[in-house]
């Protein structure tokens, strides 16, 4: 080895291994902290420094950048989970995963819009514990209910700026009106101006938050499935194409339309499990999602069932 080459080395050493600042090695080697730059460089050119990613780490990125090539996706985010996990403990893995990427991209000004569901839910809750700014956010529904924090929440931190109407109303004209109230259209006027929109998928099983949360009937989610739903996004339901079900409440939905969502930046959807899988790939296809964050499970499946299995 050289004396080029030695320099390499130790500037490497101290950089990579001691942790030690591109100034504090110029001093030590007695070089100017461009040098160390140029040598620390060179070290990554000529193979003296080598980089190995995990091989566990590199398949979620392998799954990440395939769905975003799959989907047309901006961004993805896919998160370990036990093989054997509850729709429970998946929901939470994935609201922290969501968390962490929320909270790493945000600023002391931004709002966020939320919609309602467990992991939704469970995403502000994590992320109000772990922000460095005090959260702001904004309902895209009504259903004020659906968004107050429990005792054990933290969501107590974050100022929550809600739709003050039902989720569901009487009729098409009471919805119209509803829209139009004051107080009403200034919150959907605040989710325009929102830095990032976090929304939850449901499934078509006895577990979704929909039936659980009494949204709607067990009469009605039952015709939902006879008409071909797969699942909802902001309880617009979908068939496995993604095109949008008539329902018998569509119009009567005090929600923010799936066209205005796509107008929204920064919209990241948070689901994952077996019994939403066919629903994330329906509303992947609708356009009106930016990033994904799911489980390696379900990124798997999506990536290999990108069309509808005959």
């Not at 829209?179 to 325009?192: C, D, K, N």
């Not at 006895?206 to 499935?225: C, H, P, Q, R």
């Amino acid at each position: 080895m050289d004396f080029e080459e030695e320099l390499c080395a130790k500037a490497a050493w101290y950089y990579y291994l001691e942790n030690r600042t591109q100034q504090n090695i110029a001093q030590l080697l007695g070089v100017s902290r461009m040098r160390v730059i140029r040598l620390l460089e060179k070290a990554l050119r000529s193979g003296i420094v080598q980089f190995k990613i995990r091989e566990d780490s590199a398949r979620r990125m392998k799954a990440e950048k395939l769905l975003m090539e799959n989907y047309g996706l901006k961004g993805a985010m896919v998160i370990p989970a036990p093989p054997n996990a509850g729709i429970a403990e998946i929901n939470d893995i994935i609201a922290d995963g969501a968390a962490m990427y929320i909270a790493s991209r945000m600023t002391p000004d931004s709002f966020i819009n939320i919609g309602y569901g467990d992991t939704a839910g469970k995403t502000l809750n994590s992320l109000a514990k772990i922000a460095e700014h005090p959260i702001s956010c904004v309902s895209l529904t009504g259903g004020v209910g659906l968004y107050l924090p429990n005792a054990r929440s933290s969501t107590f931190n974050a100022r929550l700026f809600l739709i003050p109407a039902p989720f569901i109303v009487s009729s098409p004209e009471m919805a119209s009106a509803v829209r139009e109230e004051g107080p009403v259209q200034e919150v959907l006027r605040m989710t325009a101006l929102s830095s990032f929109t976090i929304v939850g998928i449901g499934g078509m099983n006895d577990g979704a938050t929909i039936l659980n949360m009494g949204v709607i009937t067990k009469s009605d989610f039952l015709y939902l499935k006879m008409k071909g739903a797969i699942g909802d996004i902001l309880c617009h339901f979908i068939d496995r194409n993604g095109a949008v079900i008539d329902t018998p409440f569509e119009d009567r939905l005090i929600s923010v339309r799936l066209d205005a969502l796509k107008s929204l930046p920064n919209v990241i959807a948070c689901a994952a499990g077996k019994e939403k899988r066919e629903a994330i790939r329906g509303v992947l296809k609708l356009g009106c999602i930016d990033t994904l964050i799911t489980s390696e499970d379900t990124a798997d499946w999506l990536n290999t069932n990108t069309k509808e299995e005959s």
